[in-house]
T-cell receptor, first 111, second 110 residues
């Protein structure tokens, strides 16, 4: 089945460590997105990419990095510079003119 | 993107229609109204979107007022599985981001 796969579902990080969240899609979508969601709040955009080898910062990019070497993959690295990384991270993808579709998220916690 | 206002919570009886309102009084002529929902600990699920005409799909109907300043999402026969947070979003047809507010928590009760 076509869809967006995020892994792992739960992730624990020690302070000072970088961690990478995986997002893979087999929908042949051009654009991919990373959002962060804190408890009881809506989603906020971290990074987005409209084509391979290109990406732009969203509203809260500080402390995060991404790459887009393949159309299917858009991994997000949460660096040690992100001071409050505990959150629910959601990846989405889309192709013009269809709406964005989301994965089931990765919940990151700090040990 | 225009701002939207939704009630924080609603309750609906199982089997009845759930009508979720959204105000978007500053919407521009080229902005669409999108609805998503999010069940606890899952990613948001796309429901429906529209520009100015009413829209219907297998999940829901979207009624947009003539002046486009408000809209209503209708779930015709709500079930317990429809309990979720519903988000109304306004943006251009292929914007770079979706701006999610706090949404409406819909509780469907038996």
């Amino acid at each position: 089945d076509g869809g967006i796969t995020q892994s792992p579902k739960y992730l624990f990080r020690k302070e000072g460590q970088n961690v990478t969240l995986s997002c893979e899609q087999n929908l042949n979508h051009d654009a991919m997105y990373w959002y962060r969601q804190d408890p009881g709040q809506g989603l906020r955009l971290i990074y987005y990419s409209q084509i391979v080898n290109d990406f732009q910062k969203g509203d809260i990019a500080e402390g995060y990095s991404v790459s887009r070497e393949k159309k299917e993959s858009f991994p997000l690295t949460v660096t040690s510079a992100q001071k409050n990384p505990t959150a629910f991270y959601l990846c989405a993808s889309s192709i013009r003119p269809q709406p964005q579709h989301f994965g089931d998220g990765t919940r990151l916690s700090i040990l | 993107d225009a701002k939207t206002t939704q009630p924080p919570s609603m309750v609906c009886a199982e089997g009845r229609a759930a009508n979720l309102p959204c105000n978007h009084s500053t919407i521009s002529g080229n902005e669409y109204v999108y609805w998503y929902r999010q069940i606890h600990s899952q990613g948001p699920q796309y429901i429906i979107h529209g520009l100015k005409n009413n829209e219907t799909n297998e999940m829901a109907s979207l009624i947009i007022t003539e002046d486009r300043k408000s809209s209503t999402l209708i779930l015709p026969h709500a079930t317990l599985r429809d309990t979720a947070v519903y988000y109304c979003i306004v943006r251009v047809s292929y914007g770079n981001k979706l701006v999610f507010g706090a949404g409406t928590i819909l509780r469907v009760k038996s």
